[in-house]
Nanobody, 124 residues
Framework: QVQLVESGGGLVQAGGSLRLSCAASGRTFSSYAMGWFRQAPGKEREFVAVINWNGGRTYYADSVKGRFTISRDNAKKTVFLQMNSLKSEDTAVYYC?????????????????WGQGTQVTVSS
């Protein structure tokens, strides 16, 4: 079992930055790929970024590429999402998710554990 708790969300002006954190419980964090997804009001949840088990591979949605950076610290069992140059369209609830195994994925149905989410609001 893995429990995930996100933090770091909040209200920021367009062009600003936020850093989200996702702290995991459990002893096997380093064997999970970790992803970030988001859900805006009235929209389906969508993929944002993923990092493989050792941080050696990352993948981003086109909408955030070049602005967001995903990273992880396996010793601290934490995954991060650094968000720069934020836009109003980045407003959403952001979720982190864990996928068993060493390969990453952008498909939410392939993830086994989810956090409760953290709200990010970007004002224009």
């Amino acid at each position: 079992q893995v429990q995930l708790v996100e933090s770091g969300g909040g209200l920021v002006q367009a062009g600003g930055s936020l850093r989200l954190s996702c702290a995991a419980s459990g002893r096997t964090f380093s064997s999970y790929a970790m992803g970030w997804f988001r859900q805006a009001p009235g929209k389906e949840r969508e993929f944002v970024a993923v990092i493989n088990w050792n941080g050696g591979r990352t993948y981003y949605a086109d909408s955030v590429k070049g602005r967001f950076t995903i990273s992880r610290d396996n010793a601290k069992k934490t995954v991060f999402l650094q968000m720069n140059s934020l836009k109003s369209e980045d407003t959403a609830v952001y979720y982190c998710a864990a996928r068993r195994g060493y390969s990453d994925s952008s498909h939410e149905y392939e993830y086994d554990y989810w956090g409760q989410g953290t709200q990010v609001t970007v004002s224009s």
